[in-house]
């Protein structure tokens, strides 16, 4: 899981066509947050995505009858989808295996939840956030990091594919 | 040597002294959130002034266009010429002009192709990813056919002679997207010039390189070849406006900042196949060449129809679009006071229309009016003319009455995009495997949603003319509050957004930038340019100003910009003037700043009035006293039976004993008399009735943890279970920003258990957390749901779904798997 840059660049094809013009109602943004929950000493980590955003990934993905709002198996799998595209790590390679909390519709959102136990002793966090970003790649996904120091934002646009959190231990 | 780093240095202090503005905060650390914006505003002039109102000497350019289109549905080219009338009404002379080529965008040496980075973030088109991690570099197919049709098609205008009145050829240059025309004479304030162009170009593929306009191709339709939607839009050159705070504004098309235009009058003749329906801008002059007798009478009775009447049936668009011609047709449209113009045009097309009368309006009858082929079907006929309506109706009671005869939305490959009189929104249905066309609850909202956002467009910036290339919050950010409203007054149970708490997870990022950035800079488009001023705007009708006061002033701001061009100064000054509230703070923390709300309630302490009185405080220090907690090592003592030393040898006691150190004797009687004695009537009137009234004092102690000033909401709640609200205006962190206290008074019996900043989440604080005092344990999204799973049903395809046979015992088992 060690960051290392690419020299060598090699085009290749995502599987999935996505014709979706943006417009005010497609945002393609999604924003998470990651909890360092100090009651239940858990990383909890909160992915809200717009609903209108979600609607049309789900089609793409899953087939035009795929329905994030009414179908609780169309909600799993975007669920699983997010999650599989999601992952934590510590700088040394460790991996941070998140479980699943659920998932829900609040308004216009649709949020995944994901949790597991905080480690004893995290000096940096390595993260992977590409959720729809393979779908179209324009898609930022913003996330907030709570609860262990200053809130640090991470910014998934552009090229970025990991990046890393440093804390600080006083 | 030595010298000169030092001046350098002193120079690169005092540049730095200056950029930071005039007035300068240099000991200790007080910054003033209330300071006032006049220092970063432009300064007031005859055009602008100091109200936000246009000035007594305002002016703005006019610019009337005379254009003949022809469509070549084959080729999918259109070649036209355009001829321009262009009235300086400014003070100046100008030797050129220049125009916008928005076509040149999707050149590959354009500044839009050349400044993409590899994956680029905020283009509006397919996007490409470049490596990192451990994953190769990517890039999608759309960005492979995005690639593949540039390479394959001649893309941007091909300018041809460009003339003026008398046939004298003049000079251009093109600059990327942008052409300036040297004038054969300069053209003084007061004159006006003509001069003509021809031009053409291939029109893009909306699909394959995502544009705001473009064809569509049909390929599955049963005519031979296909059929097409024409969006036709940025589609002949246009003056740049040229205007008193920039000049010529001929900063370069991009892709993000969209445009800035003049307003004028247009004819335009667009020649098409013979079977096309055309949607346009502006109002049809020859009804007798292009429709048919029966469209004609259908046209006049939904005038006055009560649901929207078809003036082409979806029977006879199937039958268009089977059928086809070589025969075409000119349809001749003529549009007032517009600051753009484009059109629609298929074969494919349904038309319905429905009349929408104004009162006391200008414009008493409009023609509200959808396009839309069969795989926008009953959505489109259900709700898309029906949403226009409402748009008008409730975007004039924020502004004015819509002052256009016609209001379009028409269905085509661009998601939603607006123009004068005309937009293009997206949705369609599915197509089932048994031939039906359905469409989720989802598909349904966002059709509603962005028909009212892109129509709502008419007002802004179509008609208060704003600039959307500079500041995209001035159009999206005020018709996202207004279709915010207008979607409440649709169906309140619709998720609209521009809730507060909504954007509360961007303005505690340390992504934010600040509203008052140029379009083309924004990292999040979305969050800053829509949400973000669209939640301020709520919060100010809402809490700060309330409604009669923010009404009052939008409608203002609306009325005198109405067909003129605000700038976020005078945006910001007339919602001041008008309201007469001070809002320099808000601007400065919402729009200028990258703060965020969240006030802390740190503590309360109560306090009480002292009597004076000894009689009556001595005893209340005694039951002070007395309330503590009994020491734990009498206690026990107490409870092993251990006798005191004091009641075994009663010998050992004396007065102390029997009076504590909280006995009254007269000299401190004596003292209070003087006290008394001493007061000036009135001091002593006060004093008694304080005493006599014995109020409780309660500081609050409030900390600003976001800095963003905002009003502190708050929600008291008393012993006897009542509560009450309590607004404290923002003004009251003027002097200290980073921490307040408040004084709160109460009647004896109103004895004060706990109190909550902003109970109903007005604010966007991003912190609840630090809302209660005594504090509460809120808990995490997590936490929440993991207490009660939520089952919101609110939207499913039941149309789809209805059509479920209902399955015996014996076939359950299968069954548990799909949908629920």
Redesign the interface.
């Known amino acids: 899981m060690k960051t290392r840059k690419l020299l060598q660049v090699l085009a290749s094809l995502l599987l999935f066509m996505a014709v979706v013009p943006a417009f005010a109602h497609q945002q393609k943004t999604a924003i998470s947050t990651i909890l360092f929950n100090p009651r239940t000493e858990n990383i909890e980590v909160m992915h809200r995505f717009n609903v209108h955003d979600a609607e049309h990934a789900v089609r793409h993905i899953f087939g035009k009858n795929a329905d994030i709002i009414a179908s609780s198996d169309t909600q799993q799998e975007f669920s699983d989808y997010v999650a599989q595209r999601f992952s934590m790590a510590t700088q040394n390679g460790d991996a941070i295996t998140l479980q699943s909390a659920g998932y829900e519709i609040d308004g216009q959102f649709f949020w995944v939840y994901l949790e597991t136990g905080q480690p004893a002793k995290l000096d940096n966090l390595v993260i992977r956030h590409n959720a729809l970003r393979d779908l179209w790649p324009s898609q930022i996904n913003t996330i907030n990091i709570e609860g262990k120091g200053d809130l640090q934002t991470l910014t998934f646009s552009d090229s970025v594919e990991l990046l890393k959190v440093e804390f600080d231990h006083q | 040597m030595l010298k000169r780093i030092i001046a350098t240095s002193l120079l690169s202090i005092a540049t730095l002294a200056a950029a930071q503005g005039a007035i300068n905060q240099t000991k200790g650390d007080y910054e003033d959130k209330f300071r006032q914006l006049n220092e970063s505003l432009p300064t007031p002039n005859v055009y602008r002034n100091a109200a936000g109102q246009p000035g007594h000497q305002y002016w703005q350019q006019q610019v009337n266009y005379q254009i003949k289109a022809h469509l070549d549905e084959e080729k999918h080219r259109l070649e036209a010429s355009e001829t321009i009338n262009y009235k300086n009404n400014s003070p100046d002379t100008l030797k050129y002009l220049w125009l916008q080529l928005d076509q040149n965008k999707f050149r590959s040496d354009s500044l839009s192709a050349m400044s993409s980075?590899?994956?680029?973030?905020?283009?509006?088109?397919?996007?490409?990813?470049?490596?990192?991690?451990?994953?190769?570099?990517?890039?999608?197919?759309?960005a492979?056919r995005r690639q593949q049709y540039v390479a394959d098609h001649e893309l941007g205008y091909q300018i041809g002679e460009i003339r003026d009145a008398s046939g004298q050829k003049l000079h251009h240059v093109i600059v990327g997207t942008n052409m300036r025309i040297d004038l054969a004479q300069p053209l003084r304030s007061g004159e006006s010039v003509n001069f003509s162009i021809e031009y053409g170009y291939n029109i893009v593929e909306?699909?394959a390189v995502?544009a705001r306009s473009g064809y569509e191709h049909f390929p599955d339709d049963k005519r031979e070849g296909g059929n097409d939607i024409f969006l036709l839009a940025q589609w002949f050159p246009r003056l740049h406006a040229y205007t008193d705070y920039e000049a010529w504004t001929n900063k370069e098309f991009i892709g993000r900042g969209e445009f800035t235009l003049e307003f004028g009058d247009y004819d335009v003749q667009m020649t098409v196949p013979g079977d096309h329906i055309v949607s346009s801008t502006g109002v049809l002059q020859n009804p007798r060449q292009v429709l048919t007798s029966t469209q004609r009478q259908r046209l006049e009775e939904a005038e006055n129809a009560e649901h929207p009447v078809f003036i082409v049936t979806a029977e006879e668009a199937l039958e268009n679009e089977e059928a086809g011609t070589t025969k075409e047709k000119t349809w001749k449209f003529s549009a007032k006071n517009v600051r753009d113009f484009a059109w629609a045009s298929s074969r494919k097309f349904m038309w319905d229309a429905k009349g929408h009368k104004q009162k006391d309006a200008d414009q008493d009858l409009v023609m509200a009016m959808s396009f839309y082929p069969k795989e926008g079907g009953e959505l489109w006929q259900k709700y898309s003319t029906e949403a226009v309506i409402q748009t008008l109706d409730v975007y004039s009671r924020f502004a004015f009455a819509y002052p256009y005869p016609t209001a379009q939305s028409v269905n085509g490959?661009?998601?939603?995009?607006e123009y004068p009189m005309i937009s293009f929104n997206?949705p369609r249905t599915?197509l089932q495997d048994d031939g039906s066309r359905t469409y989720?609850?989802?598909?349904k909202r966002?059709l509603i949603?962005?028909v009212i956002?892109?129509v709502g467009h008419n007002y802004f910036p179509m008609i208060v003319n704003s600039d959307e290339r500079q500041w995209s919050w001035m159009d999206?950010g005020l018709n996202?509050f207004l279709?915010g409203v207008a979607g409440r007054e649709w169906d309140p149970t619709i998720?609209?957004?521009v809730?507060p708490r909504?954007v509360i997870?961007?303005m505690?990022?340390?992504?934010q930038v600040p509203i008052m950035t140029q379009s083309d800079s924004v990292?999040?488009l979305?969050?800053n340019a829509?949400t973000k001023p669209a939640v301020a705007l709520n919060i100010l009708r809402e809490t700060i100003l309330g409604r009669e006061l923010f009404d009052f002033a939008f409608k203002e701001y609306a009325q005198r910009w109405m067909f003129k061009r605000p700038t976020p100064s005078d945006f910001f000054r007339t919602m001041e003037e008008a309201s007469g509230v001070d809002l320099d703070w808000f601007w400065r923390g919402w729009f200028y700043s990258t703060d965020h709300v969240d006030i802390s309630l740190d503590k309360i302490s109560k306090l009480r009035m002292d009597t004076k009185d000894p009689d009556i405080d001595f005893d209340r220090q005694r039951q002070v006293e007395l309330d503590k907690p009994m020491s734990l090592t009498d206690e026990r003592n107490k409870a092993e039976g251990k006798q005191l030393w004091v009641e075994r040898f009663p010998g050992v006691t004396d007065f102390y004993d029997e009076n504590d150190r909280f006995t009254v004797t007269n000299k401190e009687r004596n003292k209070y008399q003087k006290f008394l004695k001493e007061l000036k009537p009135w001091e002593r009137a006060t004093f008694e009735r304080a005493v006599k009234e014995d109020k409780n004092y309660y500081v609050l102690e409030f900390s600003n943890k976001g800095g963003l000033v905002m009003p502190i909401l708050l929600e008291l709640t008393f012993a006897d279970g009542s509560k009450e609200q309590q607004y404290i205006p923002a003004e009251i962190w003027r002097r200290t920003p980073k921490a307040v206290n408040k004084l709160i008074i109460t009647d004896t019996d109103k004895e004060l258990v706990s109190v909550t900043v902003d109970p109903r989440w007005e604010t966007a604080d991003v912190d609840v957390s630090n809302n209660n005092y005594p504090r509460k344990?809120i808990p995490?999204?997590?936490?929440a749901?993991?207490r009660k799973?939520?089952t919101?049903?609110?939207?499913?395809?039941i149309m789809?779904?209805i059509k479920t046979e209902l399955k015996s015992d014996d076939e359950d088992e299968d069954e548990d798997?799909?949908?629920?």
Not at chain 2, 413 to 417: K, L, N, Q
């Open positions: 980075s590899f994956g680029g973030i905020g283009a509006r088109g397919p996007a490409t990813k470049s490596a990192s991690g451990d994953k190769p570099a990517q890039l999608s197919l759309d492979l909306e699909d995502s490959p661009v998601g939603g995009m997206g599915e989720s609850q989802a598909e966002f949603g962005v956002h892109e999206e996202s279709d998720p609209w957004g809730e909504d997870g961007y505690k990022s340390q992504s990292l999040h979305g969050p829509y344990i995490s999204r997590i936490e749901y993991k799973k939520s919101k049903k609110v939207s499913r395809d789809q779904d798997k799909n949908d629920d």
